[in-house]
């Protein structure tokens, strides 16, 4: 039952700093809109910013699931489009960390060290993935180049949602959609001529 109450108090959470930004919902909002008391929220939270921190420890396994590397074998055009949905599905679920982030990282270390850490791994792992398309004759770019195209992946894949919520769009389905071409898009000078072809076709598909 304790472990239920702990996990309905996560769930609630999350869903409340999404809808309402994180600096906005306190743990009495959250109490009361589970209908528990403070103290029962407390016996299993010592405050907010702890609730956000095991937020963050399930954002943190999901966002290295989604980052994997393709298993045995160099990167293709499919398995980067297949990568940036994890990604930008994870991003939306837990959107409140990009959109308050500044705010959250400004109080709490702990969680400052580990969204650099995610960094830094989402870095190096775009950075291995354009020299994979590279290896695998995907793409055709020196290594300034590559460089350059995996910092700008990382960047756009990001902030894009931002973005989209700054502008207006309410539709994030849409929006995860016109992230993930958008960050394709980055590849297409790059790309060979068959393989621009494919990604024009990937693209009419997925758009259409």
């Keep these: 039952m304790a472990r239920d109450t702990r996990q309905r108090i996560l769930d ?15 743990t009495n909002h959250i109490a009361d809109e589970l209908e528990i008391s403070p103290g029962n929220l407390y016996y299993h939270f010592r405050n907010k910013d702890d609730i956000i921190e095991q937020l963050f ?10 980052l994997a590397p393709p298993d045995g074998r ?3 055009l499919e398995d980067i489009w297949l990568q940036l949905h994890l ?17 959250i990282l400004s109080r709490n270390r702990r969680l400052r060290i580990r969204f650099a850490r995610i960094l830094k791994r989402a870095d190096d792992r775009a950075h291995a993935v354009m020299r994979g398309l590279s290896q695998a004759d995907v793409i055709r770019a020196a290594p300034a180049e590559i460089d350059a195209a995996a910092t700008n992946l990382l960047v756009l894949a990001t902030f894009w949602l931002n973005y989209a919520a700054i502008r207006g769009d309410r539709d994030e389905q849409k929006a995860i959609r016109d ?10 000078p790059f790309l060979r001529d068959a393989e621009r072809v494919h990604l ?8 259409d």
């Design 57 to 66: 420890t399930r954002y943190e396994a999901r966002m290295d699931e989604a």
């Design 179 to 188: 992230g993930i071409v958008q960050v394709m898009m980055l590849l297409s």
């Design 87 to 103: 990604v930008f599905e994870c991003i939306w679920d837990y959107r409140f960390l990009y959109r308050d982030l500044l705010e």
């Design 74 to 76: 160099l990167p293709g």
């Design 12 to 26: 609630c959470s999350l869903a409340m700093f999404n809808a309402q930004g994180e600096p906005t919902v306190t």
């Design 200 to 207: 024009n076709r990937l693209t009419r598909a997925y758009t």
